[in-house]
């Protein structure tokens, strides 16, 4: 037997639910223990009461209009959100996951803050499976939720780990075994420096002693060589990860002699001199292999190491550890932007151990970084897989089997 589009029934959404208004509720109110306090935004806090009972749809009415929230537990809705009362026998989880796939956002008609009017939402045509076809859709995407939200812990506890082991890889090091150093069964190991406690055999010094050349500040241009030439970081491309991120920077003329002088090489360190956020002043990152002669504008500090003293990958992670912001932060200055200086960065403090030892300790964290971006991208196919779905199975354009004796 097949199953024909004709058994889905075209509806409004006032056929199938009401959205009630939340209530107020001071924020004061919010705090402590008891049941989920649900605002525009998802959970905003905890109250003693509840309006309704679970399991419940929760939708943003003011600001984040149209997001939608699934609640397990008895809540709290406030007067930025509507929640749903059923008026049918349809399936609630496949109520849920339909109010998720429309574009309620779309919905808004304010001047101000944004909002959405029930009644707008009333009016959506909607098709309506029957409620076994709707149990068995809210089945599916339900099951790549959860594989979502699995993948998604795994990659915070990787990330928990990551951070763990860093500290301890640059506090601590890898001994010749592949074994982290132990400062209490050994304390004869350790030494005393500016950064804390740190292995004996390790040196230690100011950043600018393992300078191959002078640190440099960027090129200045004006808005009219931009446009074409060639390619110049600037601060965004600094600050989405540990390596600069070229694919959008910027071209700009530069002439032969301000292209070799302001030119970057992989494994230069670069620093933003300025930043508008405290965190983001003297903020380190790497320069990966560029497929092409790249620049770095004015707001930028390049420093180059002498690589067989200092890794580049080394210092970047230890720069970009707590331990290397703890030692930045104090050397911020704070006018309009905040700021450092190029002596500012040449006086960071920073460990040396071997250069064999360096490589090992990269290693070590590359191993957590490759399983990290390994579960990354399987959660970005889960969510394209999750998006897919909702849209073919939500639609009808995918059927799926409610009776093992239904042909495809």
Same mark, same amino acid.
């Given at each position: ?22 209530? &107020? ?8 223990? $008891? ?56 399936? =609630? ?18 001047? $101000?803050?944004? &909002? ?14 029957? *409620? ?47 074994? =982290? ?13 500016? =950064? ?21 500040? $960027? ?39 301000? =292209? ?21 002043? &003297? ?46 932060? *104090? ?17 960071? *403090? ?37 998006? $897919? ?20």
């Amino acid at each position: 037997m097949s199953i024909s589009i004709d058994e889905w029934q075209e509806k409004i959404l006032a056929n199938l639910i009401d959205l009630e208004y939340g209530a &107020g509720l001071l924020e004061s109110e919010r705090t402590g223990e $008891g049941f989920p306090v649900y605002g525009s935004s998802g959970i905003v806090g905890k109250h003693r009461n509840y309006l309704v009972e679970a399991p419940g749809i929760v939708v943003g009415r003011k600001g984040s209009i149209g997001s939608v929230f699934w609640t397990n537990e008895a809540f709290y809705p406030i007067d930025t959100t509507y929640y749903v009362q059923q008026k049918t026998e349809d399936d =609630l989880r496949w109520i849920y996951w339909y109010l998720t796939y429309l574009p309620l956002h779309k919905l808004d008609t304010s001047t $101000g803050v944004p &909002g959405l009017n029930r009644n707008d939402a009333y009016k959506v045509k909607i098709f309506v499976p029957p *409620p076994p076809e709707q149990q068995k859709i809210a089945q599916i995407l339900d099951t790549i939720d959860q594989l979502i939200a699995v993948t998604d812990t795994h990659i915070t506890k990787l990330k928990k780990t990551k951070a763990g082991l860093l500290h301890d890889l640059l506090t601590r090091g890898i001994d010749e075994h592949g074994e =982290l150093r132990d400062p209490t069964r050994h304390p004869e190991q350790f030494q005393d420096s500016p =950064l804390g406690r740190i292995p004996k055999d390790w040196e230690f010094g100011k950043l600018c002693n393992f300078y191959a050349v002078p640190a440099r500040n $960027g090129l200045y241009k004006p808005a009219e060589y931009y446009g074409q030439g060639n390619l110049m970081i600037h601060m965004p491309q600094m600050f989405r990860g540990l390596e600069i991120d070229a694919s959008d920077a910027a071209r700009v003329e530069v002439s032969s002699d301000e =292209l070799e002088r302001f030119s970057l090489c992989q494994g230069d360190l670069v620093f933003a001199r300025r930043s508008l956020n405290l965190e983001g002043a &003297g903020r380190c990152s790497l320069v990966p292999q560029l497929n092409e002669a790249t620049t770095f504008e004015s707001s930028i500090i390049r420093v180059r190491l002498s690589k067989d003293e200092l890794v580049p990958t080394f210092a970047n992670y230890f720069l970009n550890s707590e331990i290397g912001e703890r030692l930045r932060l *104090p050397l911020i200055r704070q006018v309009a932007v905040s700021g450092v200086s190029s002596e500012d960065i040449a006086s960071l *403090p920073i460990p040396k151990p071997s250069v064999e030892e360096q490589n090992r300790i990269i290693s070590q964290i590359e191993t957590y970084e490759k399983l990290i971006q390994t579960k990354e991208l399987q959660q970005e196919k889960l969510k394209l897989l999750k998006k $897919g779905l909702m849209t073919d199975l939500l639609t009808g354009k995918v059927r799926v089997k409610t009776d093992p004796t239904q042909e495809n």
